[in-house]
């Protein structure tokens, strides 16, 4: 239990790291990093912690009915599903930070100037949204096939990679004039991306392969459905500027949802199909 623990645990060690980093630095970093990382957390409890307690069960019985081939297989299709959702929510996030940190945050003494330091630190810790979904996955699956050391192994060094890039990358934003918590941010979602790949290059190792066959098309129709949902939505952001925050937060969420999920559909992504009869059916009872 104890090393399932410190695994699932990393990213609050990072955390830790990244807040006594910014408690040395300028007023408003170690807020700004305070205030940002659950903005981040939302959607990834959502999308990924969901799924990966989901398929924990699933994964277990598997291996122990020997079974690894169905496993590699469910292990690919909870991969696809959290990337279909991982990667327009991360780049939604990073699109609408200003407004989405206003409307939570922006009151009596949250001033615009705070409004901008936690946006900033959003910024970076959204764009590794992806890697810290898929490490919510694979590190179940090590677990199922009750191996702790491996996850543990790759996550300390990743604690390690983070205190290192925390340091750099802080000295690097001082120096170009840009507020040094973005770094701290940055260094996070740097190190959990490399513990990724880590993880993902182990676990290949372990069931002969990862059915990329399955996960790599998902990941393309991904990234460019939430492309083209980003620029329109982007577009759409830069003549708001008189509007409320709230319907600019609701406004951008609705039109992201339905430009994406249009696209899905377009590209004819087995998913989208599973998700209209499953409302089909609701909606006929």
Known sequence: MAPRLLGVAVVQLNFLVNTYLASLQ???SLTGIALALPLM???LGAIAQSVAVAALP????QVARGRLDEMRSSMAASL????????PASLGLIILRKPLVALLYQRGEFSVASTELVAWALLWYAGGLVS???VEIVSRAFYALHDTRTPVMIGVAAMSLNLVFSLAFSSLFARAG????GGLALANSLATTLEMVGLLVMMRRRLGGLGGRAILPALGTAVVSAGCMGVVLYTCVGYTGT??????VLSGVALGGIIYGLLLIFFRVPETRSVIRMITRRLWR
């Open 58 to 61: 699933t994964f277990s019985a």
């Open 41 to 43: 957390l939302m959607p």
């Open 80 to 87: 696809r599903g959290v990337l279909l959702l991982a990667v």
């Open 26 to 28: 300028p007023k408003g």
């Open 178 to 181: 840009w507020p040094p918590h």
């Open 243 to 248: 509007l409320p925050v709230w319907l600019v």
């Open 132 to 134: 810290f979904s898929v």
